[in-house]
């Protein structure tokens, strides 16, 4: 048996019947992890063979075989790790073939052990007794270690290592932790930082010394039923937060003051996952108490993934607790919450991605498909597959641009991949566009709208004409100005842009984006002119009269005011009118403050006219100035409005609905939508967010 680039080759001596059996058996008795795209057989010259082995091959050609995710610790490794009897007691990388790290420590195909990080690290006897052994769960596993031969921890603080046993360094950590202090930890795909989720003052401490206000914390449990004392989990949820990928799940928080009030202020809901790594496991089963995992990073850079990384942010941490094996290929924790039974993602990496996607048009060239700026992603595309990185993040600054280009050309050369053209957003100021203009291939633009709608029409096999909506917070449109509320019919290789948001003015281009009051502003120019200054509302009291002064003549005068169809920013300006919020901290936290005050019960509509195909607001905006800040009502008519406004075109144009677009994270609107039409799809395995965009590029 060896690994070639197409997958697993078998040669075996039999005779056909035996050869059938072989395969079902194969089918039916497959390792957990495994996922079998297709098995097919045929003759070849007869060799004779003494016994079963692996035999090792060179990787030379493109690569086809589908890498693993890293995969969390399986129930087997689990016992074993608690039994003191076992050798690999209390070891804090105990894996084996189900479980265990893959796409972050994978160098290059075939994923053998000399193409890992694991390179470095020579078996011991018993280990590779265990690898060598067919009839051993540890056959082949690749990444295998233990006490003595493995992978082991280091303790310090900002100036030394703390020389102690392995055993103990985890209770010091567990201490550190309970003691209110921040601790770094480094994870499967990259560093955290972590504190206790209960304490307060220590998570009041991270978020000052993180520059991180509002953006909520994830919490890791050690089990299910501490995670239920958090929140409100159905069968569902449950399912995810216990699956090998072990993603960050968005949960309803439960009413009880367990956690710091500092976790995820001002929204009802929480992030959980729980411990996925051995040293998790080790580490939680010293702590009565749920921990903030966060990840290391400063905000818009890439997540830490090794001592320098973490070293920078040593002005955060009080001890780093870490070991000397290399991170390859970063990932960071997958988010998602449920929406009618179904996965929305927010965020597709350590467990999911590298995704692959079976194509059902075989391509005829390579393509590189380098998405968007913001919560960028990168896609391969060959033949009948698409392989989709894991999350890379926001490529604003010169290091996340290297990271950006590291994990492009990562991905490339684990498959051996060469593209014959590169497909990128229309948007020229996009990092990723001057990245493909770099390359000396020939370069296509997509438009980022038309890219969010095919994403799902690619992943799910959709070729018929489709009404896609495509709301999101921003992209380049074909008319130069920005995007963002758009239907499009979509129908074999091209669009038509049928309907959109009337635009309105973003004052103050992105500093707009960062105060949604200057949008509401905005809107109140647009319907009262000058005379919006003397408003008594909170978005126009936020600023001084000099400084809405100032804004009437931008706005007036086109000055730094581009236009924009954006759904996102009405969010925003929507959360300003009914007086939530007038600045913002992170992206989407408008969207994620307004759920909490949408009320089932309100089915009313606001108005609004649609005029020369464009979506006029104007009478909108004027009905929620007549409710007087009432939140409930503004924001439940709102949501209301929009899923009508879809319905009204669906009605008129009659095709099946796919939606794509950051707007779409709202679980409220996607809910809303199911129920009221069926005919309707959404992506289940990748973001509505840009992170779809690279795929929809093919
Ligand atoms: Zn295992
Ligand atoms: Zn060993
Ligand atoms: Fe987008």
């Given amino acids: 048996m060896y690994n070639d680039s197409y997958g697993v080759k078998i040669e075996i001596n039999c005779d056909y019947k035996t050869i059938e059996n072989f395969v079902s058996d194969i089918n039916r008795d497959k390792p957990p992890l495994a996922k079998i795209d297709k098995i097919s057989y045929i003759q070849v010259a007869p060799k004779s063979f003494a016994d079963f082995s692996i035999i090792k091959t060179k990787a030379t050609k493109q690569q086809h075989t589908k890498i693993s995710p890293d995969i969390s610790i399986c129930d087997e490794c689990q016992e074993e790790l608690t039994d003191p009897n076992n050798r690999r007691y209390g070891y804090a990388f105990i894996t084996c073939v189900s479980c265990g790290p893959r796409w972050s420590i994978i160098k290059s195909l075939p994923y053998d052990r000399e193409n890992t990080s694991f390179d470095k690290f020579v078996m011991c006897e018993k280990c590779a007794t265990e690898y060598t052994d067919p009839t051993d769960r540890r056959y082949h596993a690749q990444p295998i270690g233990c006490h003595d031969c493995g992978p082991v921890l280091n303790l310090r603080d900002k100036d030394k290592d703390i020389k102690t046993s ?3 360094m985890i209770a010091q950590t567990a201490k550190q932790i309970k003691d209110g202090l921040i601790v770094a930890i480094k994870g499967v795909g990259g560093y955290h930082l972590v504190c206790d989720a209960t304490d307060d003052r220590a998570v009041s401490l991270l978020r000052q010394r993180k520059r991180r206000p509002h953006k909520p914390f994830a919490v890791m449990t050690r089990d299910i039923d501490t995670a239920k004392k958090l929140a409100h989990i159905d069968t569902k949820e449950q399912k995810w937060l216990q699956s090998s990928q072990r993603p960050i799940v968005v949960l309803g928080k439960k009413s009880n003051d367990i956690l710091s009030k500092h976790i995820a202020p001002d929204i009802d809901k929480v992030g959980l996952f729980l411990g996925y790594s051995p040293l998790h496991m080790l580490l939680l089963d010293m702590l009565d108490t749920p921990i903030v995992a966060t990840s290391a990073n400063i905000s818009g850079e890439p997540l830490c993934m ?8 040593k002005d955060i941490w009080d001890y780093c607790l870490e070991y000397n094996r290399d991170i390859i290929n970063s990932s960071d924790d997958s988010v998602l919450c449920v929406v009618k039974d179904k996965p929305l993602f927010y ?6 991605a590298p995704l692959a996607i079976k194509l059902h048009k075989k391509l005829e060239k390579n393509v590189l498909c380098v998405g968007a700026n913001q919560k960028s992603t990168v896609c391969i595309a060959f033949e009948n597959t698409a392989i989709v990185s894991p999350h890379i993040g926001d490529i604003d600054s010169v290091k996340s641009i290297k990271h950006f280009e590291t994990s492009t050309n990562n991905l490339k050369n684990i498959y051996n991949f060469k593209p014959d053209t590169i497909s990128t957003d229309k948007h020229p100021a996009y990092e990723t566009t001057k990245y493909a203009s770099r390359q000396n291939t020939k370069t296509k633009t997509v438009q980022h709208h038309y890219a ?3 994403s799902v029409m690619i992943e799910q ?3 018929t ?3 896609g909506v495509s709301w999101d917070g921003t992209g380049y449109g074909d008319d130069g100005t920005l995007w963002g509320g758009e239907f499009i019919v979509c129908d074999g290789d091209d669009y038509d842009r049928i309907c959109s948001f009337k635009p309105f003015k973003l004052i103050g281009n992105h500093k707009a984006i960062k105060e949604p009051a200057r ?11 000058r005379q919006a200054i003397d408003m008594d509302i909170g978005s126009v009291r936020h600023f001084s009269v000099q400084q809405l002064s100032s804004m009437y003549i931008m706005w007036q005068k086109d000055i730094n005011s581009p236009l924009s169809s954006s759904v996102g920013r009405l969010f925003d300006a929507v959360a300003s009118l009914c007086g939530l919020i007038h600045t913002i901290t992170y992206e989407g936290q408008s969207g994620a403050t307004m759920e909490q005050y949408f009320d089932i019960d309100i089915t009313e509509t606001y108005s609004y006219d649609i005029i020369d195909d464009k979506i006029d607001i104007s009478k909108m905006i004027k009905q929620i100035i007549d ?4 939140k409930t009502l503004i924001i439940s008519k709102f949501y209301r409005t929009l899923v009508d406004m879809i319905y009204n075109i669906y009605q008129r144009e009659r095709l099946p609905i796919v939606l794509g677009g950051g707007v779409f994270q709202s679980p409220v609107l996607v809910r809303l939508l199911k129920e009221k039409i069926t005919n309707i799809t959404i992506s289940n395995t990748l973001s509505p967010n840009d992170g779809a965009i690279c795929l929809g590029q093919i």
Wanted: glycine letters at 4%; hydrophobic letters at 40%.
């Fill in 627 to 630: 409710d007087k800040q009432n």
């Fill in 519 to 529: 949008v509401a502003v905005s809107l109140l120019f647009d319907i009262y002119g």
């Fill in 347 to 352: 965020r597709v990496a350590r467990g999911f």
């Fill in 465 to 467: 004409k489709v009404l």
């Fill in 461 to 463: 096999n959709i070729t």
């Fill in 166 to 168: 392995q055993q103990d």
């Fill in 306 to 313: 090794n001592s320098a990384d973490i070293d920078e942010l």
């Fill in 452 to 454: 969010h709608i095919k």
